[in-house]
């Protein structure tokens, strides 16, 4: 079956990993080698499907439904939220308990101290047909 791992983070992260603030982006060099590593294991086993990281939350963009026949849209970010989805990561596994296995790999991943001590993934079945759903 197929999971999805979803990572969050803030518009504040991307400013830190980019050396906008108390950080400098040398501090997330071991961040950037943990990620590589996860994905080439993730690959090496065969369980990768597709991993992306999505860029920062100013350069989104929601789009609502139509009022009066027009859709309607607002450019992020959006200050009902502080969490933004950072990226995903599809694995084919033989379990949700895999699945969740392979995410909490991530609570491994270094980060300069007090940069997010917060920080969560949820993982979610991806739904191939209708018969999935369990409607």
Request: aromatic share 12%; proline share 4%.
């Amino acid at each position: 079956m197929k999971y999805m791992i979803l990572s969050y983070g803030s518009q504040q992260h991307y400013d830190a990993m980019a050396g906008k603030g108390e950080f400098q982006a040398e501090d997330f060099g071991d961040l950037h080698a943990f990620m590589g590593k996860f994905n080439a294991e993730l690959e090496a086993s065969g369980e990768l499907v597709e991993t992306r990281g999505l860029h920062e939350p100013v350069h989104t963009r929601r789009v609502q439904g139509a009022k009066d026949g027009t859709p309607v849209w607002t450019d992020g970010p959006y200050a009902e939220t502080q969490e933004v989805l950072a990226g995903y990561w599809i694995v084919e596994c033989e379990s949700f308990d895999r699945a969740t296995e392979i995410a909490a790999r991530l609570a491994d991943c270094p980060v300069p101290a007090g940069f997010d001590d917060d920080a969560y993934a949820d993982v979610r079945p991806l739904v191939e047909s209708a018969a999935d759903l369990n409607f």
